[in-house]
Structures are given as C-alpha cells and as structure tokens.
T-cell receptor, first 113, second 115 residues
Framework: QQQVKQSPQSLIVQKGGISIINCAYE??????FPWYQQFPGKGPALLIA?????SEKKEGRFTISFNKSAKQFSLHIMDSQPGDSATYFC????????????FGAGTQVVVTP | DAGVIQSPRHEVTEMGQEVTLRCKPI?????LFWYRQTMMRGLELLIY????????DSGMPEDRFSAKMPNASFSTLKIQPSEPRDSAVYFC?????????????FGPGTRLTVL
C-alpha cells in the first residue's frame, strides 16, 4: 500500500526553467512533509520540509507548496541548474512520532545546459 | 566533521553466503536507521534504534535479516543466508533525537549484489 504517490517519475528541464514535482498522501494524520535530494552514488539529504500550518515554504530556489484539503504537496525548483540534476523524494510522517517516513517513489530530474 | 560512515561501499557475494554491513553514525547522534533502496520498492525503512535499543524492526523482511547496535558508535546489519532478491543499496542514517522532525543524515550506502 503506497501511502505517498509521487509524480512524474522523471523529468527533463532546460537550465533556467522550473521543475515541478507532485506528491499526494492518504493518511490525514501526516503532518510533516520533507523533501530529500539524492545524487548518484550518494545517500539522500534533507532539502526542505513543511508542516501543514503553512501553505508555502521557500528556501532559495526551492519552494514547497502545500494543499491540505487536497492532501497534496509539491516541490518547485526555480531557475533550475545542471547541479540540480538528482533524484528527489517526497516523504510524509507525523511530527509526534519517531522518524518513520512514508517515501514517494522518487523523481529523476535532469537539467540540460 | 565526518558524516555517517558505511562499509563496505560495495559487496558482491554468492547466494547463501553471510553478509555483514557496517555503520558508524555521526558522533553524538542517538538514533540510527537502516534503509534499503531498490528500483522496485523505493526507499524502505528496515529498523530503527534509539539509544542503541531497537525500537521498531517491523520493516525487516524476514528472519534472515538481523541488526545490532552494541554501542553508540557502531551498528551492523547482517543477512544470512543471502539471496539474489536482497540485492539493493543499503543506507544507514543517524539523527539527534530520532523524531520525524529531527534531520536524518544518510551515509553513502552499501551496494549489495547477491549472485
């Protein structure tokens, strides 16, 4: 049972463009939604996270948008750079629990020069 | 500062052999997580330790898998006997606190191939 569904599976964007990755969750008890970035041969690294008390969080070129009623959240990468080429995972969990996440399947992003 | 250290980075073994993966968490972190990553199943949590005690091992696939954390600076994940379907990248992660809002720092992973 996949509790967090992530799309698209992959995307190609030109340098300077916007990359958008979407995730949908089922469990309404989830209240913490991080995004991880993984480069080839490396472990995932926390990129940015959001809680449902805000609809948007921005850190540099990375923005999370959150829609609680639709149970959806998305990652926007503005002004995409070749160095952003990586696999991105969304995840969901409950803040009052230990760190057991439901991860999305991942999106491979390729930014072309 | 050193991050999470895993060894070996690559392991190739034959079906039926015992495999031991090792992890050294970041100093001062009291929570440790073992994950498995495959194309088919994505990133899966296998087991979680807090203060060296296993808290949740519900993700361990079967009895062939076992994990230990004898002290705060070392953990092992053992597969015995190994099977081809165990081929995956195994990650160890550590955090200070262990709650979901505490950042987990992942190691570089061990790529396991079982022939």
């Amino acid at each position: 049972q996949q509790q967090v569904k992530q799309s698209p599976q992959s995307l190609i964007v030109q340098k300077g463009g916007i990359s958008i990755i979407n995730c949908a969750y089922e469990n309404t008890a989830f209240d913490y939604f991080p995004w991880y970035q993984q480069f080839p041969g490396k472990g995932p690294a926390l990129l940015i996270a959001i809680r449902p008390d805000v609809s948007e969080k921005k850190e540099g070129r990375f923005t999370i948008s959150f829609n609680k009623s639709a149970k959806q959240f998305s990652l926007h990468i503005m002004d995409s750079q070749p160095g952003d080429s990586a696999t991105y995972f969304c995840a969901a969990s409950k803040t009052d629990s230990w760190g057991k996440f439901q991860f999305g399947a991942g999106t491979q992003v390729v930014v072309t020069p | 500062d050193a991050g999470v250290i895993q060894s070996p980075r690559h392991e190739v073994t034959e079906m039926g052999q015992e495999v031991t993966l090792r992890c050294k968490p970041i100093s001062g972190h009291n929570s440790l997580f073992w994950y498995r990553q495959t194309m088919m199943r994505g990133l899966e949590l296998l087991i979680y330790f807090n203060n060296n005690v296993p808290i949740d091992d519900s993700g361990m696939p079967e009895d062939r898998f076992s994990a230990k954390m004898p002290n705060a600076s070392f953990s092992t994940l053992k597969i015995q006997p190994s099977e081809p379907r165990d081929s995956a990248v195994y990650f160890c992660a550590s955090s200070f606190g262990g709650m979901s809002t505490d950042t987990q720092y992942f190691g570089p992973g061990t790529r396991l191939t079982v022939l």
